[in-house]
C-alpha cells in the first residue's frame, strides 16, 4: 500500500520562502508524475505543481508560476516544493499525490 508523508510546513512571514517535503514508500516512486495540490480553509483543492518521472516536465498553477519550484529526488523517494515570495493567500494545507494515493498534508501559513 501507497503511502506518502508530508514535512515541512510551518508560519512564515510574507515575502519568505518555505521548502515543504512528500516523502513516498510503498510503490515505485521513480515510475509515477508526481504534484503538489493545496486547500484553503473552505475552499476547493487546488493543482499547484507536478513533476514528471524523470523531472524533465514540470508544470505550474498560474498562482505558483515564477515563485514555486517543484523537484524530485527519485533516490530519495521524495518530492519537494520550494515556495519563495510567499503571500498570505498561499495559506494552505499542502498535499502530494502520486500513484493514486493522497498523502496528510502540511500546513503552511502565511502572516505577519
Known amino acids: 500500500q501507497g503511502q506518502l508523508v508530508e514535512s515541512g510546513g510551518g508560519l512564515v512571514q510574507p515575502g519568505g520562502s518555505l521548502r515543504v517535503s512528500c516523502a513516498a514508500s510503498?510503490?515505485?516512486?521513480?515510475?509515477?508524475?508526481m504534484s503538489w495540490y493545496r486547500q484553503a480553509p473552505g475552499k476547493e483543492r487546488d493543482f499547484v505543481a507536478s513533476i514528471s518521472i524523470t523531472g524533465g516536465i514540470r508544470n505550474y498553477a498560474d498562482s505558483a508560476k515564477g515563485r514555486f519550484t517543484i523537484s524530485r529526488d527519485n533516490a530519495k523517494n521524495t518530492v519537494y516544493l520550494q515556495m519563495n515570495s510567499l503571500k498570505p493567500e498561499d495559506t494552505a494545507v499542502y498535499l502530494c499525490?502520486?500513484?493514486?494515493?493522497w498523502g496528510q498534508g502540511t500546513h503552511v501559513t502565511v502572516s505577519s
Open positions: 499525490r502520486g500513484a493514486g494515493v
Open positions: 510503498g510503490f515505485t516512486f521513480r515510475s509515477y508524475t
